[in-house]
């Protein structure tokens, strides 16, 4: 089935830089494109960016551009999010997702299990 | 971009009670509407995509309509897994936005 694993817990101090990964298994990885969403705590939703695993382009909501860089490694079937400059208020749970069908326009389905980013000094 | 506002932000209610939660649009999103449900501690898991269509394995108690800017959630008779949040989410423009949620509590 399909199934999306990410990286583990992170503690970062302010100004430091994080990189989360989410290694897929059980289709086509460059088939699907893949997004990132965030989840502050006790907070909504916030979608961060889409990668294509086929060709790595990637596209980045504005409020994260400059900061964040997306890219993927087709040996391992894996995608990667790095984020800059922490501050504390990037302290949230980051989720990958999958496309749903494909289409690179599509609902997120299935999602990884998250991992929580921590910045504190 | 696209704000979604769902309402309400907590909805109270005993199992077996049928659950009727609300998305509004900024703007019209033709039927690009998805919904969520997100449990303590799990990732979200897609219940209805298109507004209408539910998504593999999803019980037949949850129904999605509306179009354009209005859209409802509907649960006929609420199960104990059942209470969770729930968001919405729209796929017409970038970015990508997500509804604030709407908690099912535990009457």
């Known amino acids: 089935q399909v199934k999306l694993v990410q990286s583990g817990a992170e503690v970062k101090k302010p100004g430091a830089s994080v990189k989360v990964s989410c290694k897929a298994s059980g289709y086509a990885f460059t088939s699907y494109h893949m997004y990132w969403v965030r989840q502050a705590p006790g907070q909504g939703l916030e979608w961060m960016g889409i990668?294509?695993?086929?060709?790595?382009?990637?596209a980045y909501a504005q409020k994260f551009q400059g900061r964040v860089i997306m890219t993927r490694d087709t040996s391992t079937s894996t995608v990667y999010m790095e984020l800059r400059s922490l501050s504390s208020e990037d302290t949230a749970v980051y989720y990958c997702a999958r496309d749903h069908d494909g289409s690179g326009a599509s609902w997120f389905d299935p999602w990884g299990q998250g991992t929580l980013v921590v910045v504190s000094s | 971009e696209i704000v979604l506002t769902q309402s309400p932000a907590t909805l109270s209610l005993s199992p077996g009670e049928r659950a009727t939660l609300s998305c509004r649009a900024s703007?019209?999103?033709?039927?690009?509407l998805a919904w969520y449900q997100q449990k303590p501690g799990q990732a979200p898991r897609l219940l209805i995509y298109?507004?209408?269509n539910r998504a593999t394995g999803i019980p037949a108690r949850f129904s999605g309509g509306g179009s354009g800017t209005d859209f409802t959630l509907t649960i006929s008779s609420l199960e104990r897994e059942d209470f969770a949040v729930y968001y919405c989410?729209?796929?017409?423009?970038?970015?990508?936005?997500f509804g604030r949620g709407t908690r099912v509590e535990f009457k």
């Open positions: 703007q019209s999103v033709s039927s690009y």
């Open positions: 298109d507004a209408s």
């Open positions: 990668i294509n695993p086929s060709g790595g382009s990637a």
């Open positions: 989410q729209q796929r017409s423009d970038w970015p990508r936005t």
